[in-house]
Antibody, heavy 127, light 107 residues
Framework: QITLKESGPTLVKPTQTLTLTCTFS??????????VGWIRQPPGKALEWLAL???????RYSPSLKSRLTITKDTSRNQVVLTMTNLDPVDTATYYC???????????????????WGQGTTVTVSS | DIQMTQSPSSLSASVGDRVIITCRAS??????LNWYQQRPGKAPELLIY???SLQRGVPPRFSGSKSGTDFTLTITSLQPEDFATYYC?????????FGQGTKLEIK
């Protein structure tokens, strides 16, 4: 059974750095094809894709946020960490992490879709 | 970035109705199109992947189709639990992009 859970601060001041942790179980980030992504959702708005890391440490970022984001993994601890610098009130949102598969390892499995999501963690950016 | 134009943004319907939600991609995305359902205060849940494949446990009243760069989510015989917000998602090229969402409300 795959589960993911986000953790981090609920309130951050403008210009500060946000560090979010996704702790997961039921899969390993050392398995070929496996990835974890981050998606956020401002209050009352649509989903926005942020970043993605794969089993082979391939990292992808939203171009509009790339200069502010860093995604890393700790395979032994089953965690993925997203860091976002220079926070602004427009970064107020619920942040989700989600499981995904990709690459050439897609036989008989769901690929290129976020098939399991964490419950989300709400981050407010305010002074 | 690939733009996903989703319509309508909101929709009122009754239990038992058939509804259609559409997403148009700004360029070719092959079959890299997924649909999610999000209930208030909850995380999105994968409904359909690769245009038309149902996630495990999703009832067959949900279906997806494609015509060129136009993608459709159809829900037949709406049930009370189907009233939620729906999002399309393209994973053809980075950055992934989502549609703006369709809020399905009870008439």
């Amino acid at each position: 059974q795959i589960t993911l859970k986000e953790s981090g601060p609920t309130l951050v001041k403008p210009t500060q750095t946000l560090t979010l942790t996704c702790t997961f179980s039921g899969f390993s980030l050392s398995t070929n094809g496996v990835g974890v992504g981050w998606i956020r959702q401002p209050p009352g708005k649509a989903l926005e894709w942020l970043a993605l890391i794969y089993w082979d440490d391939d990292k992808r970022y939203s171009p509009s946020l790339k200069s502010r984001l860093t995604i890393t993994k700790d395979t032994s601890r089953n965690q993925v960490v997203l860091t976002m610098t220079n926070l602004d009130p427009v970064d107020t949102a619920t942040y989700y992490c989600a499981h995904r598969r990709g690459g050439p390892y897609c036989n008989n499995v769901i690929c290129h879709a976020f098939d399991f999501w964490g419950q989300g963690t709400t981050v407010t950016v305010s002074s | 970035d690939i733009q996903m134009t989703q319509s309508p943004s909101s929709l009122s319907a009754s239990v038992g109705d058939r509804v259609i939600i559409t997403c148009r991609a700004s360029q070719i995305i092959g079959s890299y199109l997924n649909w999610y359902q999000q209930r208030p205060g909850k995380a999105p849940e994968l409904l359909i992947y690769d245009v038309s494949s149902l996630q495990r446990g999703v009832p067959p009243r949900f279906s997806g189709s494609k015509s060129g760069t136009d993608f459709t989510l159809t829900i037949t015989s709406l049930q009370p639990e189907d009233f939620a917000t729906y999002y399309c998602h393209q994973s053809y090229s980075i950055p992934d992009t989502f549609g703006q969402g369709t809020k399905l409300e009870i008439k």
